[in-house]
């Protein structure tokens, strides 16, 4: 049997990001407009910051999750586009529900770091927190953060609508081994 989980709206942060790379490819494609309307030479670099950013986006929204299926199998993260993510249940160690985790910040150059949500290495911290967490996150929403330590000593953070409901159809797959936390309850970082 599978569960399948909505992936949570979009935070504000990547609502920011993501509102960011519209202006500003509508702000190059309006230089160039412009420029051609009125008879005057177009900047090459109007045209390619407009196809730059384009591209970008078209790939951010081609890695940004769609939803999660927790299978026998274990977590699957499906994307928009081509290629699932799959992290088997006999690697997970525990799963936290943690809502106050903190906030996402992009860094891998691949990463889409806030673009139609995160998918990628990011650093996960609170403003007044010294010490960060380095995880791979596929998600949309800090707020709705499950956190899945693998047995590797990995972390890797989804955001669900529903986290609860995720961490518990996903505690009921693992087994015994892996110890489920509930929401509000807090590791240490370190």
């Avoid at 769609?66 to 081509?82: C, I, K, N, Q």
């Amino acid at each position: 049997m599978i569960a399948n989980f909505r992936v949570a709206r979009l935070g504000t942060a990547a609502i920011a990001w993501t509102a960011g790379f519209f202006v500003a490819i509508l702000f190059f494609l309006g230089r160039v407009v412009y420029a051609s309307t009125s008879g005057a030479p177009f900047s090459t670099f109007d045209v390619g910051a407009a196809i730059v950013l384009a591209l970008m986006v078209v790939y951010g929204w081609l890695r940004s999750v769609r939803r999660y299926s927790v299978t026998d199998d274990g977590l699957v993260v499906e994307r928009a586009g081509p290629g699932k993510v799959t992290i088997p249940s006999e690697k997970i160690a525990s799963v936290e529900a943690n809502s106050d985790l903190g906030s996402f910040f992009n860094l891998g150059f691949f990463s889409i770091g806030g673009l139609f949500g995160w998918a990628g290495k990011v650093r996960v911290r609170k403003p007044t927190d010294i010490q960060s967490l380095d995880a791979l996150a596929y998600g949309t929403n800090p707020r709705y953060a499950v956190v899945l330590h693998l047995n590797s000593e990995k972390t890797i953070i989804v955001t669900p609508a529903d986290p609860a409901g995720l961490v518990n159809a996903l505690s009921q797959r693992v087994g015994s081994s892996t110890k489920a936390m509930t929401a509000g309850r807090k590791k240490k970082r370190g």
